[in-house]
């Protein structure tokens, strides 16, 4: 389903800075990868080329057998349909309510009123938010706040969710649900890719895990405990 | 909430965020838009001024002295054969020299000094209103006929209102470009600035699948809005200056000077443009300020 082919991604400023360098893998409809790294391994980068925010400066990422770095401007609103995003921020509008957040995903699809009202319940249901659909962000805890964007993911009925640090913000209680609401997510079929930097979180589940480093991917996708373990004391620490 | 009316609000909002720019985007639209009106209204008064004043003004074909009453009843004859003529009038040296001293209020003594009387016979020709247009053509056709000396159809007049109409046009016309291509320009930035202060927004949409049309159509409309607005502004400020206009100038000279304010069909074009330049300076902003998807 998801294909990255020796993809490079260079970043040109005042000087050079190779994000993504050469890395390849392979996902399958309704897998789970966690992408574990420190800041500045090229998480993100990875994470926006997926849903055409970067174009790769090298190499092809294919989904459903389309070279989205080919892709037309005008093709990309329908990928960004079809793959739901989740930040470590939220990217909640702090001027609406919970049930505002969560639609805005239908409205621009212009889904009619009826049919944003069932999904978005449906979406604000999944993640236990329903009670809170007339609260403004503001008033909702850090995990509250990130299962909203979790459902305003959620609602489009995405194929593949991708999340970048969705529990760096969290207490590790809240972390842990957050989590456990993804492994839900995937168990209806959605493709998930996790990044993290925490790999406490990837030890609690049986996901493969690629290990990327200074843009390049060193280890993985495996979930062997020894190829891992040499990343609990390099990333592990850090938290 | 519908998708309808999530675009409305987030083009009401944009109306209410950087209120001092939304005045002056709109102020300028109405000063550029109410320059606009002027030079129409100015156009169509001197042009109705114009079509009046031929309305009144006859063709007057002068006749040769040596012209016999044969020959002024022949010419008389070809202008009612036309289908551009109304109606012709001969008036005799006689009664040309009776209307001269009646014109200056002159008695016959100071006149007496004259020899003879110098005033030629005249034909008045009234024309058709709808042949006014080509009354320069006319004239200069009647002038090449066998016994007429010379043509008046108020020539004069005709050119010095057109002159002063021309000016007013090309100097209101061209600080009317100027002015619009500023109001573009305010629009431009205003939008700027709103899609600016939405850019959370503006990115939510984007990763959620919105089209360009979709973050772009909320700006458009408030781009509209002011187009619309400062058009409207524009021309109630037009209709005030020509109310104190008219109620104060309303004889000039000999003739009564009768002013129209622009027809409906006008105040709908003028407000189109408006809008037309809100649309313009918007779409650029909305263009150049979100960039790539």
């Given at each position: 389903?998801?294909?990255?082919?020796?993809?490079?991604?260079?970043?040109?400023?005042?000087?050079?800075?190779?994000?993504?360098?050469?890395?390849?893998?392979?996902?399958?409809?309704?897998?789970?990868?966690?992408?574990?790294?420190?800041?500045?391994?090229?998480?993100?980068?990875?994470?926006?080329?997926?849903?055409?925010?970067?174009?790769?400066?090298?190499?092809?990422?294919?989904?459903?057998?389309?070279?989205?770095?080919?892709?037309?401007?005008?093709?990309?609103?329908?990928?960004?349909?079809?793959?739901?995003?989740?930040?470590?921020d939220?990217?909640?509008?702090?001027?609406?309510?919970?049930?505002?957040?969560?639609a805005?995903?239908?409205?621009?699809?212009?889904?009619?009123?009826?049919?944003?009202?069932?999904?978005?319940?449906?979406?604000?249901?999944?993640?236990?938010?329903?009670?809170?659909?007339?609260?403004?962000?503001?008033?909702l805890?850090?995990?509250?706040?990130q299962r909203?964007?979790?459902a305003?993911?959620?609602?489009?009925?995405?194929?593949?969710?991708?999340?970048?640090?969705?529990?760096?913000?969290?207490?590790?209680?809240?972390?842990?649900?957050?989590?456990?609401?993804?492994d839900?997510?995937n168990?209806?079929?959605?493709?998930?890719?996790?990044?993290?930097h925490?790999?406490?979180t990837?030890?609690?589940?049986d996901?493969?895990?690629?290990?990327?480093?200074?843009?390049?991917?060193?280890?993985?996708?495996?979930?062997?405990?020894?190829?891992?373990?040499?990343?609990?004391?390099?990333?592990?620490?850090?938290? | 909430?519908?998708?309808?009316?999530y675009?409305?609000?987030?083009?009401?909002?944009?109306?209410?965020?950087n209120?001092?720019?939304n005045?002056?985007?709109?102020?300028?639209?109405?000063?550029?838009?109410?320059?606009?009106?002027?030079?129409v209204?100015?156009?169509?008064?001197?042009?109705?001024?114009?079509?009046?004043?031929?309305?009144?003004?006859?063709?007057?074909?002068?006749?040769?002295?040596?012209?016999?009453?044969?020959?002024v009843?022949?010419?008389?004859?070809?202008?009612?054969?036309?289908?551009?003529?109304?109606?012709?009038?001969?008036?005799?040296?006689?009664?040309?020299?009776e209307?001269?001293?009646?014109?200056?209020?002159?008695?016959?003594?100071?006149?007496?000094g004259?020899?003879?009387?110098?005033?030629?016979?005249?034909?008045?020709?009234?024309?058709?209103?709808?042949?006014?247009?080509?009354?320069?053509?006319?004239?200069?056709?009647?002038?090449?006929?066998?016994?007429?000396?010379?043509?008046?159809?108020?020539?004069?007049?005709?050119?010095?209102?057109?002159?002063?109409?021309?000016?007013?046009?090309?100097?209101?016309g061209?600080?009317g470009?100027?002015?619009?291509?500023?109001?573009?320009f305010?629009?431009?930035?205003?939008?700027?600035?709103?899609?600016?202060?939405?850019?959370?927004?503006?990115?939510?949409?984007?990763?959620?699948?919105?089209?360009?049309?979709?973050?772009?159509?909320?700006?458009?409309?408030?781009?509209i809005?002011y187009?619309?607005?400062?058009?409207?502004?524009?021309?109630?400020?037009?209709?005030?200056?020509?109310?104190?206009?008219?109620?104060?100038?309303?004889?000039?000279?000999?003739?009564?000077?009768?002013?129209?304010?622009?027809?409906?069909?006008?105040?709908?074009?003028?407000?189109?443009?408006?809008?037309?330049?809100?649309?313009?300076?918007?779409?650029?902003?909305?263009?150049r300020?979100?960039?790539?998807?």
């Open positions: 389903m998801i294909s990255f082919h020796h993809v490079s991604k260079t970043f040109y400023h005042d000087s050079t800075i190779e994000a993504l360098d050469d890395v390849s893998f392979s996902m399958n409809k309704g897998d789970f990868y966690f992408i574990l790294g420190p800041s500045g391994a090229g998480k993100t980068t990875l994470m926006r080329i997926l849903y055409r925010d970067l174009k790769p400066t090298r190499g092809q990422v294919i989904i459903d057998g389309k070279n989205i770095g080919k892709m037309k401007e005008k093709e990309i609103p329908n990928l960004r349909r079809r793959v739901g995003v989740v930040f470590q939220f990217k909640l509008l702090n001027d609406r309510s919970v049930f505002e957040n969560v805005i995903s239908l409205l621009v699809q212009g889904e009619d009123k009826y049919e944003i009202n069932r999904r978005v319940m449906r979406a604000l249901d999944q993640v236990e938010l329903t009670d809170k659909r007339d609260m403004n962000p503001r008033q805890s850090g995990g509250e706040a909203v964007s979790m305003r993911a959620l609602v489009k009925e995405p194929e593949i969710l991708v999340a970048d640090e969705p529990t760096g913000n969290l207490d590790p209680d809240l972390a842990d649900n957050i989590m456990d609401q993804f839900a997510i168990r209806r079929g959605t493709t998930l890719l996790v990044a993290t925490d790999y406490r990837v030890q609690r589940y996901f493969p895990c690629i290990v990327l480093k200074d843009g390049r991917l060193i280890e993985g996708p495996t979930r062997d405990p020894d190829h891992l373990r040499p990343f609990v004391g390099v990333y592990g620490e850090e938290d | 909430m519908s998708t309808w009316r675009l409305l609000r987030f083009a009401v909002r944009n109306l209410t965020v209120r001092l720019m005045v002056v985007a709109v102020g300028t639209t109405a000063l550029a838009l109410f320059i606009v009106a002027g030079v209204l100015v156009h169509q008064n001197v042009a109705r001024t114009l079509e009046g004043l031929l309305e009144q003004t006859p063709v007057i074909l002068y006749l040769e002295d040596e012209a016999d009453r044969e020959e009843s022949d010419l008389q004859s070809r202008l009612l054969a036309r289908d551009d003529v109304t109606d012709v009038e001969y008036r005799s040296k006689e009664e040309a020299w209307a001269f001293r009646r014109s200056l209020r002159l008695e016959g003594d100071l006149l007496e004259l020899e003879g009387n110098p005033l030629p016979a005249s034909l008045h020709v009234n024309l058709d209103p709808a042949a006014l247009e080509h009354v320069e053509n006319i004239a200069a056709e009647f002038q090449e006929w066998s016994g007429v000396e010379s043509v008046d159809y108020g020539r004069e007049i005709i050119e010095h209102l057109r002159g002063f109409s021309n000016v007013i046009q090309v100097a209101l061209g600080t470009v100027i002015i619009s291509i500023v109001a573009i305010i629009i431009f930035n205003t939008i700027r600035l709103s899609v600016i202060s939405c850019s959370t927004e503006i990115d939510i949409l984007k990763l959620v699948g919105a089209t360009r049309w979709f973050i772009g159509f909320p700006f458009v409309v408030s781009g809005a187009g619309f607005f400062g058009s409207i502004l524009g021309q109630g400020l037009l209709w005030i200056l020509y109310w104190l206009v008219q109620s104060r100038v309303a004889e000039v000279g000999f003739m009564q000077l009768q002013l129209f304010f622009l027809s409906p069909l006008w105040i709908f074009l003028i407000i189109c443009l408006g809008s037309l330049l809100g649309v313009i300076g918007s779409a650029t902003a909305v263009r300020a979100i960039g790539r998807m």
